[in-house]
Every structure is written in C-alpha cells, then in structure tokens.
Nanobody
Framework: QVQLVESGGGLVQAGDSLRLSCAAS????????MGWYRQVPGKQRELVGS???????NYADSVKGRFTISRDNARNTVYLQMNSLKPEDTAVYYC????????????????WGQGTQVTVSS
C-alpha cells in the first residue's frame, strides 16, 4: 500500500510564508505527477499546483508568482513553497500522486494525503 504523509500546515498572518511537504511511502516503482490541491467548506477541491516526474509545473492562476512546487524523485517527496500568503489561501491542502506504480505491479493508481490545514489571518 502507498501512503502520502503531509506536513507543514499551520496558522500564519497575511504576507507570511509556509512550506508544505508530502512524502509518499511504500514499495513504489515510479510516480507520474505529484501535486497539491486545496478545499474550503462548501466548495470543490481545486488544483493549486502540480509537477511531473520530469519537472514540468502547472499552477492555478490565483497562486502564480507566489507559490512554487518542487519535487525530489529520489525521496518521492513533493513540496509547496507558499509566499505572500493571503486570507483567501486558507483551506485544507491535500497532496496528490497520480500514476503511482508499485514494484512488481503492472497498473498505476492515484493516491491522496489526509490533508493539512493552512489558515491565513488578515
């Protein structure tokens, strides 16, 4: 089984920075895309940013220029550096791993982390 364990959330003030980390564990052979999504009560979960195994990135327009996603393939870990945080960034942030292939298996699956709360006060 594969587990995604997130860390780094918390309560900060507007303008502050936070760094989220997500490590995938298990008998992993490869992971295609890793990313971060966020969700607030009553709204759909939305993509914040994603990164391919080759390092190509994609961001939501609302975070471009403020957030940076990066990845350590050797450690199956993805990071989200969040700068210039705004109150509207307040949400539960979820780590996502797509195209996860485990050693000895010929199929791939998608996994989610348990979520970490980010709260930005004004």
């Amino acid at each position: 089984q594969v587990q995604l364990v997130e860390s780094g959330g918390g309560l900060v003030q507007a303008g502050d920075s936070l760094r989220l980390s997500c490590a995938a564990s298990g008998s992993i052979f490869s992971i295609n895309d890793m990313g971060w999504y966020r969700q607030v009560p009553g709204k759909q979960r939305e993509l914040v940013g994603s990164v391919t195994s080759g390092g190509s990135t994609n961001y939501a327009d609302s975070v471009k220029g403020r957030f940076t996603i990066s990845r350590d393939n050797a450690r199956n870990t993805v990071y989200l550096q969040m700068n210039s945080l705004k109150p509207e960034d307040t949400a539960v942030y979820y780590c996502n791993a797509q195209g996860v292939r485990m050693i000895g298996r010929g199929f791939s699956l998608t996994y989610w982390g348990q979520g970490t709360q980010v709260t930005v006060s004004s």
